[in-house]
């Protein structure tokens, strides 16, 4: 019998790039009345509904320069959680890297460094999640959730679980991990 | 009821890399004995098997350079017949780019260039081809196919086509299509 498969997000689940974005923000512009931006300020809002208008294109700025993914902080337990879960269930990293092509080198190279036991084989980067033939999604952001849940014919099941973000606290309709202990009993209990 | 999805290989199928590599073979190695390498030669074999063993290390310099996935041939009627296919069916084009991490620019870039009629969130790149949920997988290569057909449950009917290629001539357990004209028929008619 195979392994159920669970194919997981990098951004907001196993790597902190909110934490790398308001950083660099409150770094550049320090001196501006929203300053500083927090985790706790986000709440409800995706970073870019925080920012004024005109500062939208420098968190794009951020997320197009070369080190960007590459320096991300990796989650709280997110590493030894999913070595664990490798035991009983085949995992695979799955990340919206089309949405930003320069992140596919530092992306990679952060994966190898954070989490070398994830062969390669196991790494996808894609842009629409309903390409992934997996039993469990989990990621940070409802409208994957939605389109990996879709299904052509109904009968197949898989589950989407919310990773909770400052950006999704109030969205419903989906189980919620709090962190990667959370994870952890959900899956290994 | 939403359309059926197909998965689409680039090496071999929409982008002739064989090609490239007798090229740059051919160039290279004029005045050894096994040269020129031809399609015809390989019959059977992939290319890395034709070459004496000493030269693998070439081809594999030549995949890891900058530009070759870039100016890479399209298949003959792949972009008429791909757009066509869009009118009933949800394309995707999955690669196995983790193989060669260098080349996730260029084919992005590639893509963009020959396919534009590809959504970006249609493009994935991957490892092992078990991850697509798709109903159908064109591709060349017959590892990638049983990936893409084993079932967790026994349940999904999903199908393999093999593209034909100088190093798959002889695989059977697969319906096969030798151009892209076949594969209008196959999937049109």
């Not at 994830?118 to 997996?134: D, H, M, Q």
């Given at each position: 019998?195979?392994?159920?498969?669970?194919?997981?997000?990098m951004d907001e689940v196993i790597a902190d790039a909110l934490?790398?974005?308001?950083?660099?923000?409150?770094?550049?512009?320090?001196?501006?009345?929203?300053?500083?931006?927090?985790?706790?300020?986000?709440?409800?809002?995706?970073?870019?509904?925080?920012?004024?208008?005109?500062?939208?294109?420098?968190?794009?700025?951020?997320?197009?320069?070369?080190?960007?993914?590459?320096?991300?902080?990796?989650?709280?337990?997110?590493?030894?959680?999913?070595?664990?879960?490798?035991?009983?269930?085949?995992?695979?990293?799955?990340?919206?890297?089309?949405?930003?092509?320069?992140?596919?080198?530092?992306?990679?190279?952060?994966?190898?460094?954070?989490?070398?036991?994830?062969?390669?084989?196991?790494?996808?980067?894609?842009?629409?999640?309903?390409?992934?033939?997996?039993?469990?999604?989990?990621?940070?952001?409802?409208?994957?959730?939605?389109?990996?849940?879709?299904?052509?014919?109904?009968?197949?099941?898989?589950?989407?679980?919310?990773?909770?973000?400052?950006?999704?606290?109030?969205?419903?309709g989906f189980r919620r991990v709090n962190d990667w202990l959370?994870?952890?009993?959900?899956?290994?209990?």
């Open positions: 019998m195979p392994k159920p498969i669970i194919a997981v997000d934490a790398e974005h308001l950083l660099r923000y409150n770094r550049d512009f320090a001196h501006e009345p929203e300053t500083p931006l927090t985790r706790d300020s986000l709440h409800g809002r995706w970073i870019w509904d925080a920012v004024p208008a005109h500062r939208v294109r420098d968190l794009e700025r951020y997320m197009l320069s070369d080190d960007f993914f590459r320096v991300l902080p990796v989650m709280p337990h997110a590493q030894r959680v999913l070595e664990r879960l490798q035991s009983r269930y085949d995992i695979f990293i799955a990340t919206a890297a089309m949405e930003v092509p320069s992140s596919f080198t530092p992306k990679f190279l952060w994966l190898a460094e954070h989490f070398p036991f994830i062969p390669t084989t196991n790494i996808v980067f894609c842009g629409a999640k309903s390409i992934l033939r997996a039993d469990f999604l989990i990621d940070d952001n409802p409208r994957q959730l939605r389109l990996f849940q879709e299904s052509s014919n109904g009968q197949l099941t898989r589950e989407g679980i919310l990773f909770t973000s400052p950006a999704n606290v109030a969205v419903t959370e994870v952890e009993s959900m899956f290994l209990d």
